[in-house]
C-alpha cells in the first residue's frame, strides 16, 4: 500500500497558517478599560477595567471594588483576548485551596488560643479601647464663684478633648469595620475533570466578628459623646449661674 509523502510546500504553508493564526491574539495592554461588564453567570460589573490576568482568570477594579473574574465567566470576547492553560489553572487552584486551608487553620488556632474574636481583648490590633471621650463625674466646687467657674471650664476643655478623641476613634473604628466586612466573604472555584467549574462564596467568620466588634467600639464611643455633651451643657448652665451671682 503506497504511503503518502506531504511536500515541503504543503509543510510550510500549513505552518505559516498556524503562525498567522497564534500571532492574530494580539497582546492585551493593560489597564484595558471594558465599561460594564456582565458575566456568563449574570453577574454586573460598572465601570470595569481589566488591570491583571493569572492562569484562571483577570483581575478587575470596578465600581464597587475588586474582583477575579474566572475566564470560564468571561463574554467570549473577552476571555479569547487571552492566553489560557487548563492545567497551569488547575495547579494555581490547588495552590490557592491549601493556602486558604491552612490559613483557615492558623486563623482557627488562634481563636482558641486567644479569647473569643469580637471579644473587647480580641487580639491581632482589635484590643480594648485605652480611652475615648473622658466622660468624668462633676468636679467638687470649692471657693469663690470665680474659683468654681474656673474649676468648670477646665472641666469642659477636659470633656471636648475627650470628645475629639473619640471622634478619632470613631473614625478608626468605621474605617476597619468596613474593612473586614468586605473582604469577610470571597468566591472560590473548583474546576472538574471534565472542564466544568463551581463557584461558591466563603465566608470568614472571623473577619465578620471582627467587624461586628470595630461597630459595637465607635457605638461605645458615640455613647461616650452623648453623656459628655450632657455633662458640657450642665457645666455651662452652672457657669452661667454662677456669673450671675457675681453680677448681683
Same mark, same amino acid.
Given at each position: 500500500? $503506497?504511503?503518502?509523502?506531504? $511536500?515541503?510546500?504543503?509543510?510550510?504553508?500549513?505552518?505559516?497558517?498556524?503562525?498567522?493564526?497564534?500571532?492574530?491574539?494580539? #497582546?492585551?495592554?493593560? $489597564?484595558?478599560?471594558? +465599561?460594564?461588564?456582565?458575566?456568563?453567570?449574570?453577574? *454586573?460589573?460598572?465601570?470595569?477595567?481589566?488591570? +491583571?490576568?493569572?492562569?484562571?482568570?483577570?483581575?478587575?477594579?470596578?465600581?464597587? +471594588?475588586?474582583?477575579? *473574574?474566572?475566564?470560564?465567566?468571561?463574554?467570549? @470576547?473577552?476571555?479569547?483576548?487571552?492566553?489560557?492553560?487548563?492545567?497551569?489553572?488547575?495547579?494555581?487552584?490547588?495552590?490557592?485551596?491549601?493556602?486558604?486551608?491552612?490559613?483557615?487553620?492558623?486563623?482557627?488556632?488562634?481563636? *482558641?488560643?486567644?479569647? =473569643? #474574636?469580637?471579644? @473587647?481583648?480580641?487580639?491581632?490590633?482589635?484590643? !480594648? @479601647?485605652? /480611652?475615648?471621650?473622658?466622660?468624668? /463625674?462633676? #468636679?467638687?466646687?470649692? /471657693?469663690?464663684?470665680?474659683?468654681?467657674?474656673?474649676?468648670?471650664?477646665?472641666?469642659?476643655?477636659?470633656?471636648?478633648?475627650?470628645?475629639?478623641?473619640?471622634?478619632?476613634?470613631?473614625? @478608626?473604628?468605621?474605617?476597619?469595620?468596613?474593612?473586614?466586612?468586605?473582604?469577610?466573604?470571597?468566591?472560590?472555584?473548583?474546576?472538574?475533570?471534565?472542564?466544568?467549574? =463551581?463557584?461558591?462564596?466563603?465566608?470568614?467568620?472571623?473577619?465578620?466578628?471582627?467587624?461586628?466588634?470595630?461597630?459595637?467600639?465607635?457605638?461605645?464611643?458615640?455613647?461616650?459623646?452623648?453623656?459628655?455633651?450632657?455633662?458640657? !451643657?450642665?457645666?455651662?448652665?452652672?457657669? !452661667?449661674?454662677?456669673?450671675?451671682?457675681?453680677?448681683?
Amino acid at each position: 500500500m $503506497p504511503v503518502s509523502v506531504i $511536500p515541503p510546500t504543503v509543510k510550510f504553508i500549513a505552518w505559516l497558517l498556524l503562525a498567522t493564526a497564534a500571532a492574530a491574539v494580539e #497582546p492585551v495592554k493593560l $489597564p484595558l478599560d471594558v +465599561g460594564t461588564l456582565k458575566t456568563r453567570d449574570g453577574k *454586573v460589573f460598572e465601570a470595569a477595567k481589566v488591570t +491583571g490576568h493569572d492562569a484562571v482568570g483577570v483581575k478587575i477594579i470596578h465600581a464597587g +471594588g475588586l474582583a477575579r *473574574v474566572e475566564y470560564a465567566r468571561l463574554p467570549k @470576547d473577552l476571555a479569547d483576548r487571552f492566553p489560557r492553560d487548563r492545567e497551569a489553572a488547575k495547579e494555581q487552584l490547588d495552590k490557592e485551596a491549601k493556602a486558604e486551608a491552612a490559613h483557615d487553620r492558623a486563623v482557627d488556632k488562634a481563636a *482558641v488560643e486567644t479569647k =473569643t #474574636p469580637g471579644s @473587647d481583648d480580641e487580639a491581632e490590633g482589635d484590643t !480594648a @479601647d485605652t /480611652g475615648g471621650a473622658a466622660v468624668e /463625674g462633676k #468636679p467638687e466646687l470649692k /471657693g469663690n464663684p470665680e474659683v468654681k467657674i474656673a474649676t468648670l471650664n477646665a472641666y469642659i476643655s477636659r470633656l471636648e478633648d475627650g470628645i475629639s478623641k473619640a471622634n478619632g476613634i470613631i473614625i @478608626d473604628a468605621n474605617a476597619k469595620a468596613s474593612k473586614y466586612a468586605s473582604t469577610a466573604t470571597t468566591q472560590v472555584t473548583r474546576y472538574s475533570s471534565n472542564g466544568t467549574s =463551581t463557584t461558591r462564596d466563603v465566608v470568614n467568620k472571623t473577619r465578620l466578628n471582627r467587624a461586628e466588634f470595630q461597630r459595637k467600639r465607635a457605638a461605645r464611643e458615640q455613647e461616650k459623646i452623648a453623656q459628655a455633651q450632657t455633662l458640657i !451643657a450642665d457645666a455651662k448652665a452652672q457657669i !452661667a449661674s454662677l456669673q450671675r451671682q457675681i453680677k448681683e
